[in-house]
Nanobody, 121 residues
Framework: QVQLVESGGGLVQPGGSLRLSCAAS????????TSWYRQAPGKERELVAA???????????NYADSVKGRFFIFRDNVKNTVSLQMNSLKPEDTAVYYC???????????WGKGTLVTVSS
């Protein structure tokens, strides 16, 4: 069964750090472009960070301007997970964070159910 399960969300103070993890099952996530999106209350879902498949450009990462230098996406090919390290968190980072895996070759696009991150003092 294909599944993406996010974990690691929670409440953190401004300036703090969190690491989100997304566990993939039923497929090999390194063969997919994997991404983290977020959706804040009343706003559209936006792309935060993405990492290409190892079969594409060898796992190149890209980031939204708003998180560059603070967030880092990385994949563990042994554990079949993709993680998002979030540093120097700001209140505007508060959102539900979703994991996504997509492959045009396989015609597949998978989403997790999301994990809530709240940045507040």
């Amino acid at each position: 069964q294909v599944q993406l399960v996010e974990s690691g969300g929670g409440l953190v103070q401004p300036g703090g750090s969190l690491r989100l993890s997304c566990a993939a099952s039923g497929f090999t996530c390194s063969s997919y472009a994997t991404s983290w999106y977020r959706q804040a209350p009343g706003k559209e879902r936006e792309l935060v960070a993405a990492i290409t498949s190892i079969t594409s450009t060898g796992g190149r990462a890209n980031y939204a301007d708003s998180v560059k230098g603070r967030f880092f996406i990385f994949r563990d090919n042994v554990k079949n997970t993709v993680s998002l390290q979030m540093n120097s968190l700001k209140p505007e980072d508060t959102a539900v964070y979703y994991c996504n895996a997509e492959s045009r070759s396989y015609g597949a696009n998978y989403w997790g159910k999301g994990t809530l991150v709240t940045v507040s003092s």
